[in-house]
């Protein structure tokens, strides 16, 4: 079995999740997981402005996904900072060079999910994992959340992301808070239970 944890991070944080991600999907016997980004779409001098190119330096030797393999992957799990309620442009973009798999009904009965960064706890996480979870929905997939049998998004002391949706992480208006160890548990929750789920989805 195979797991892709695919993702885009302005400065990190969405890749630390997607790094979570990956260690609980490893903890399922047999999956081979692989952690890979989408194509950047902004251009050098953009990223230079907003200090986006210094952050990505730490993730910089992850490989870039291509839309053709995605027909690989038992499971796929997509992370993305959220853009006004959505996903960014960058994933959006990939997921738009998806249609020839598609028209083929490459990913029909697979599993998928989705996690995501905002800037606020209000800041549109949700609506950002359901719009993921309508592509997935539109591929044939089978959507993953994360479900409150994970009880680290039932409390309410702390401030923490983490959704029925999906794993998150809120990154502060500067960025300047990273995901914590609360976060990045709901993330390897995730991970290791969409696994199990493609497992099951692939015996059949």
């Not at 083929?104 to 719009?131: C, D, N, P, Y």
Request: with cysteine; glycine share 14%; net charge neutral.
């Amino acid at each position: 079995m195979k797991t892709l944890v695919l993702f885009y991070s302005t400065y990190g944080h969405v890749w630390k999740l997607a790094e979570a991600v990956a260690e609980g999907a490893r903890q399922v016997e047999g999956n081979d997981v692989v952690v890979k980004r989408v194509p950047e779409t902004l251009s050098k001098e953009i990223l230079d402005k907003t200090g986006a190119t210094q952050a990505q330096q730490a993730f910089s030797h992850v490989p870039v996904a291509t839309p053709e393999e995605l027909e690989q992957y038992d499971a796929i799990i997509i992370g993305t900072p959220t853009r006004y309620g959505n996903a960014c442009g960058q994933i959006q973009a990939y997921l738009d060079s998806t249609g020839g798999l598609w028209g083929r009904g490459a990913l029909v009965g697979k599993a998928g999910g989705a996690f995501v960064s905002t800037a606020t706890q209000h800041g549109g996480q949700e609506t950002t994992l359901r719009a993921l979870h309508t592509a997935l929905l539109h591929h044939g997939m089978v959507i993953v959340g994360l479900p409150y049998a994970w009880q680290g998004q039932m409390g309410h002391d702390v401030v923490t992301g983490g959704t029925p949706y999906g794993a998150s992480t809120v990154a502060g208006g500067q960025g300047e808070r990273q995901p914590s160890e609360n976060e990045l548990e709901g993330a390897r929750y995730q991970g290791k239970y969409t696994a199990e789920i493609a497992s099951k989805l692939s015996r059949k």
